[in-house]
């Protein structure tokens, strides 16, 4: 097993790498001076070289990437042009919220997405199924912005159950903070779960058709014995791979989420970022996210070796 | 046993129209049996007639702000009520399925283009191979709406550079998979049998090897379709997408957010016909994946999802 995940980890570095060399040559696609670009229409040449000096753009690319690289590893992210304070900093009180609308959403999601995914595929063919996969189907096409709007304006605006806008972090008790979160993490949760649900739902019905759960059936087990026992397990594997492909989709719902609900994580940073065309911070997103997913993986692969040991060799 | 040659046995000797004849009935019969493939069809459909016929559907002056207008209420002379400039939603939202279909379509057909040749090239050259999968592999570890905001963050708000931004994470998942297709297709007989008859590489890939990556292509281009518009949308309505005089699904969404406590039908409607349009693409795509090949399914959704909406 120890091999296994170091095999694995060994094959992740040169991919981590180039996420950095692709992080940091963004800012030489860009369209003449990047550093003209940052600081905007009405920068004087000498801001100009000011941030030119800053970024290290003076000097030669292998150098500058170099350096940039060097950085990450250490997990200096630079700082920031429209602050001028280090990202490290700015970056710390905005994990918190960040990290737990994503702890929240992963766990909701997997849960009602394997459960509805299991309700289908023992109701196969049933008006449950269906009404289940058109559940998922919706949750695949709508857009979670819009989701997200709609669901102020019925639960917020309408019925008031929830803040309209407005975040409490934890310091402010559970109970405030859950409530504060409830709309973003039942929105991301739902749209989260829709592919979970069809992909358990058909990883479910092909392990159902097994000899040994006919066996086990014929054996007199309770469904509910075989579903739990004999079926969860099998079909995992694709579960857990596309759990951790949701993972990615949440960073995109995030972006658009903090926006919307206000929460002041990380996704809001890049949005703010973004506009004030504050490059380390988006590379500094970047890195933080391409690595995030990269680890997400790694930790997928080695769940699979745990489920399936004929994986490991 | 003798084994006798009968022209009219042979499938591709057949001529082309009456191929394409059997292809528009088999069409037209899977339309019949699935009422609901007919109409995610039929959506795309009127999604077309739209984007050719709907600046001459409008019934008002889509783009000029009409101060006394401001946020009505749908009525008969608004039907989905106006902005907070007074703008007639209806006519946006007809209008904005010109931007949608535009960078669906873009996005999708040089994202096939591009993944299908460098898939090829990665699938049959070794070094290249490894050089272009683990670039591949890193552009992939970014999630599209990411990359497409730093980008756009450079160059600049702008329809041309959503469709570029969203082209270059579209093409690293078609890589991906054209790459899987050829490096088993290279192994079946019918590849080996041509190399034996003395084909080159190159006509080998071409006529061989292409052909048969066309069907997963297409599959994997109606969720790019999908995920492109919704990106298109998401930053369209973060205000880095089409600018906010062009009517975009994304930029009407956006203008009502700001008003979702007195106002929702400025979102409410045009986020119908992005989901409404959206569910058509997905549609007609399980279709597709289906007739081509059941046992793709879980192929595809592993490569594809986890990088958009």
Known sequence: MWRYIVQRLIITIPVVVLVGVITFSLLQLAPGNPAAIIGGDEASPEQIAEIEHALGLDKPYFQQLGDFLGRMLRGDF??????????????QPRLQPTLSLGVQVVILSTVLGVGMGMLSAWKAGTRIDRAVMVFAVLGFATPGFWLAILSIWVFAVNLGWFPVIGYSPLGDGLFQHLRSMFLPVVVNSYLGSALVMRISRSAMLEVLREDYIRTARAKGLRERVVFFIHVLRPSSIPIVTVVGATVGALATGFVLTETIFAIPGLGQMLVQAITRRDFPIIQAMLMVVAVTLIFVNLVVDIIYAYIDPRIRY | MAITFNPEDVAFARPLRERLRETWSSTIGALKRDPVLAGAVFVMLVGLFLVAFSPFLTRTDYTRPEPFLRLLAPSGDHWFGTDDTGRDIFDRVLVGTQISFL???SVTALSAIAGTAVGLVAGYNRILDNIIMRFVDALLAFPTILLALALIA?????????????????????????????LSLRESTYVEASRVAGASSIRILVSHVMPNTLGIVIVLSTFTFASSILAEAGLSFLGV???TH?????????????HV?????????????????????????????????PKLRGRLESTQ???DE
């Open chain 2, 261 to 293: 406590q007195v106002a929702f039908w400025v979102s409410f409607f045009p986020g119908v016909f992005l989901t409404v349009t959206v569910l058509a693409v997905v549609l007609i795509g399980d279709a597709l994946r289906d007739h081509l090949d």
């Open chain 2, 305 to 307: 999802r986890g990088d």
């Open chain 1, 78 to 91: 630079g700082t920031s042009i429209f602050s001028q304070r280090p990202i490290n900093q700015l970056i």
């Open chain 2, 154 to 182: 450079l160059w600049g708000p702008g329809l041309f550079n959503v469709i570029i931004a969203l082209t270059i994470t579209g093409t690293a998942s078609k890589v991906r998979l054209v790459r899987s297709q050829v």
């Open chain 2, 246 to 258: 062009i009517p975009s699904w994304g930029n009407i969404i956006a203008n009502g957010q700001r």
């Open chain 2, 103 to 105: 960078v669906g379509f």
């Open chain 2, 241 to 243: 997408g089409v600018p």
